[in-house]
């Protein structure tokens, strides 16, 4: 399910950076070294904690349509995709079928390779998976 809160933006003049807190969430805080990081790193931290929430049958907190802060900070609302967050952290094993021409099966058979694992390997480097 995605959610929409409120979170409160903290610059940090030290370093650029900001400070996030999502009052709605009981110790949701997180930061970025900008605003883009910042905000996403604040709908990870909200989806994460939702998608905990969730498994556990626990009740969600209603958001808030607004939040009091003080200058320097802002208040913006974020997405929280819980769902989103529950198939990224999915690692179940899924079957696919696939084909490879006889030749390069035999050789691979011959050599005793692991066509799963060769096959996750090559779609984590397509994809520049680093985990």
């Not at 883009?36 to 958001?63: F, G, R, T, V, Y």
Request: net charge negative.
């Amino acid at each position: 399910m995605k959610y929409v809160y409120p979170a409160i933006f903290t610059p940090l003049e030290a370093d650029g950076g900001y400070d996030v807190c999502i009052p709605d969430l009981p110790f949701v805080q997180t930061c970025g070294a900008s605003l883009a990081e910042a905000i996403e790193m604040a709908e990870d931290a909200a989806s994460m904690w939702l998608w905990d929430a969730e498994n556990k049958k626990e009740e969600i907190p209603q958001a808030s349509e607004t939040l009091a802060h003080e200058h320097p900070q802002f208040m913006s609302m974020i997405i929280a995709d819980a769902d989103g967050y529950r198939r990224q952290m999915d690692s179940r094993a899924v079957k696919k079928t696939l084909t490879v021409p006889a030749w390069l099966n035999y050789q691979a058979e011959a050599a005793h390779v692991n066509f799963s694992s060769v096959l996750q390997e090559a779609l984590k480097a397509h994809l520049h998976i680093d985990n």
